[in-house]
Structures are given as structure tokens and as C-alpha cells.
């Protein structure tokens, strides 16, 4: 099974797409970008992968795949924008993931709007792995319009400096050198924000990994 086939059919036994949420890319070595087909549903991506999967060129433009005739997903903005961003900054990253996990969706409703900086030192404060996993933290945007060429454009913007960003009502998006590693990155935030979630709902946050502990996690990251 393909990487592309894997983390799509882990997406969706989380629970972390519904109807047609989520996709995902990987710029290829030959530099076209592996995407998601617009209006598919996640849990169809191993089965048909003929029909699910295509590539497009930097612009967007069709190369291979999407049998049945359809188009590149509707966040093709978002992940081209960033992996185009990525690859001229001259990164290692090469895969952005985007879906819907609930318990940072519900934080964000719960605590109401964050900057990215309160958002990373709350999820990095839950759990020791964090600083590991996602060392550059979190980035936050304001609501906007799923697609939007504003919402492309803001994450991709994020990326240059974080390894997941936070749409509010959304979702997460993340980035990796493989799309593996955006999926754990979204796996431990989710956990993080899972905790910080259940805190709230009993007695509140009563206790933050000390600082010094965080940072000597995320100086532990490769
Ligand atoms: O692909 O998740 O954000 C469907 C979406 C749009
Ligand atoms: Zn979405």
C-alpha cells in the first residue's frame, strides 16, 4: 500500500475526516505533487486509488491519475502553496496533510480565539512528546473560507516557520518529510489537545510541563 493509501485509511479509523474532509499531498522526486481528488471520501483513497490519487505540475495542472475525470481537491491552494514554499526555501518537508480531529476543534471552540504562540505553549505544556514531534509548534489563523486563496496563502505563510497550523471550525493542517510524519505531528496534537480538553472538563489545567522540560524535548527533535 502506498504512503498516500496508508495515512488515508488512518485518517479515517480516527475519526478524523467525515463525508468528503480531508486530503493530502507528497511532492515526488520528479516534482509533480501526489494530491487527493476533490470530493472523495478518505476511506475510498486504498481501494481506489486509480480513481482518488493524481499528480499535478507546481501550477496545478493536471499530469496523471484522477481516472473517473475529477480534479484536484479543493485545498489544492493550501498545499501547493506550501510545498511550493517549501521546496524554494530549499526545506526537507515534502507532504502536507490536512483533516478535521475533534478534541483540538473543540478546544479551539472552548477557549475561543488563540495566537498561535498561547496555542503551541498549551499543547507543548500537556504531554512530553510534543516538543519532539512538533518542535516548531503551532501556528493559528482566524476562521476562513475552506478553498479560499487567503487560507492557502496564510498557511503556507504559517509553515515557514511551524510544523502544524490550526484552522478554527476546521481543522489542522500539517507538514513532514513524509506524509507519515504530518500524521503523527496531527496525532500528537490531537492527544495534547485531547488532555488539555478532558482537564477542562474537570477541575481545569492545574498542572504545565515546566519550560525548561519542553525545551529540552524540542532540542531532542532531528
Ligand atoms: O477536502 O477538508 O477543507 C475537503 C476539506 C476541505
Ligand atoms: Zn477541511
Redesign the pocket.
Known amino acids: 500500500m502506498s504512503q498516500a493509501a496508508y495515512v488515508c485509511d488512518e485518517l479515517y479509523r480516527r475519526g478524523w475526516?467525515e463525508a468528503i474532509?480531508?486530503?493530502v499531498s507528497l511532492r515526488m522526486e520528479c516534482g509533480g505533487t501526489l494530491v487527493t481528488v476533490s470530493g472523495c471520501r478518505i476511506a475510498d483513497v486504498s481501494s481506489d486509488p486509480q480513481r482518488c490519487l493524481g499528480v499535478v505540475d507546481s501550477q496545478g495542472e493536471v499530469v496523471s491519475g484522477f481516472a473517473g475525470g475529477g480534479c484536484p481537491t479543493?485545498?489544492l491552494g493550501s498545499h501547493l502553496t506550501t510545498l511550493n514554499m517549501l521546496e524554494a526555501d530549499g526545506r526537507c518537508e515534502r507532504a502536507m496533510l490536512?483533516?478535521?480531529p475533534p478534541a483540538i476543534l473543540a478546544l479551539g471552540v472552548t477557549l475561543g480565539e488563540m495566537t498561535g504562540e498561547a496555542l503551541t505553549e498549551l499543547l507543548w505544556s500537556m504531554h512530553t512528546e510534543c516538543g519532539l514531534i512538533f518542535p516548531r509548534g503551532v501556528g493559528a489563523l482566524g476562521a476562513m473560507v475552506?478553498?479560499s486563496e487567503e487560507l492557502g496563502a496564510k498557511t503556507a505563510e504559517q509553515f515557514k516557520t511551524r510544523d502544524l497550523v490550526f484552522?478554527p471550525h476546521?481543522?489542522l493542517a500539517a507538514i513532514g518529510k513524509t506524509l507519515v510524519e504530518a500524521y503523527d505531528r496531527i496525532d500528537m496534537a490531537e492527544k495534547a489537545a485531547g488532555i488539555a480538553l478532558a482537564a477542562l472538563q474537570a477541575s481545569g489545567i492545574n498542572s504545565k510541563l515546566p519550560e525548561a522540560i519542553v525545551n529540552a524535548t524540542r532540542a531532542m527533535a532531528k
Open positions: 475526516t474532509g480531508g486530503n479543493s485545498e490536512h483533516c478535521h475552506p478553498g484552522w476546521h481543522g
